[in-house]
């Protein structure tokens, strides 16, 4: 695990964008998986700019998302499907028919998940897992003591998750789903590579326990120690707990230009 420090979170994000680009430039079909959420937004704008300003091409990128909440239309301005589309997909040259988001509004939701884990397969893997952490630790929805094994699947949110997603739902907890469907740890760490974010010192306690606490199904996103390709970026204040910061500075100061996008 690589664990990359700057000092703000648009420089944090803009590493993690260049990582994303020459994935792109040097598989112009290459199969991403995305996170949704507050985290990832300055990251998927500098994809936008890239596409923008350098023509990167996204036309045969393809595109698989962790989760979905149960029980939202794709309509609903909540729905991860929404929010996808408007902060990323509408703005890149993405065929429609090469992304893929959960649909919370399927009726046999094993059925669904099963297929979703085919389709992963059949597009031969995720070549690039997009990331962010719960407060508690978790990775998509797959909340604490959730199996390192699991797979695409139904899951029930923790009050922790629903309270710090009411955000989104104008504070209100009433109105945040409690149950979702999430790709399974088990399906994350198959991605050929894993990149998190993680901004703000409400995240630090969870990256310290990420990056240097033990591998435990309580802090899910501790698995990633054991993924052979796994970058973590941060802002100063979410590497607060981190004990080894100086060095990880010292590793990725240290590093040739070309070395640092790999």
């Not at 290459?30 to 996204?58: C, M, W």
């Not at 031969?124 to 508690?136: E, P």
């Not at 941060?234 to 100086?246: Q, R």
Request: aromatic residues 8%; negative net charge; hydrophobic residues 40%.
């Amino acid at each position: 695990m690589e664990v990359i420090i700057s000092p703000d979170t648009e420089t944090a994000s803009g590493a993690a964008a260049r990582v994303v680009a020459r994935l792109v430039r040097e598989k112009p079909n290459a199969v991403l998986g995305l996170a949704t959420g507050s985290t990832p937004l300055k990251l998927y704008r500098k994809l936008i700019q890239l596409h923008n300003e350098e023509e990167l091409d996204f036309s045969e990128v393809t595109t698989f998302n962790l989760d979905e909440y149960v029980g939202l239309e794709k309509e609903h301005p909540q729905s991860y499907h929404a929010f996808m589309w408007e902060h990323l997909f509408s703005q890149i040259n993405i065929k429609p028919e090469n992304v893929h988001i959960p649909d919370g509004m399927a009726k046999d939701i094993p059925v669904f998940c099963a297929a979703y884990e085919r389709a992963i397969a059949e597009a031969g893997g995720i070549d690039l897992q997009v990331l962010g952490i719960g407060s508690d630790g978790h990775i998509g929805f797959n909340e604490p003591t959730s199996s390192f094994a699991s797979r695409t699947r139904i899951k029930t949110l923790t009050q922790q998750t629903v309270q710090d997603n009411a955000r989104f739902f104008d504070g209100d907890e009433s109105q945040v789903p409690h149950h979702c469907i999430t790709m399974g740890i088990g399906t994350i760490m198959d991605a050929k590579r894993c990149i998190m974010l993680a901004f703000g010192e409400e995240k630090a306690e969870a990256i310290a326990a990420t990056v240097e606490g033990p591998v435990a199904s309580m802090v899910p996103a501790s698995i990633l120690q054991h993924h052979p390709n796994a970058k973590v970026f941060i802002d100063n204040p979410a590497a607060a707990g981190l004990k080894l910061s100086d060095y990880y500075r010292w590793v990725y100061d240290g590093k040739p230009d070309w070395q640092r996008d790999a």
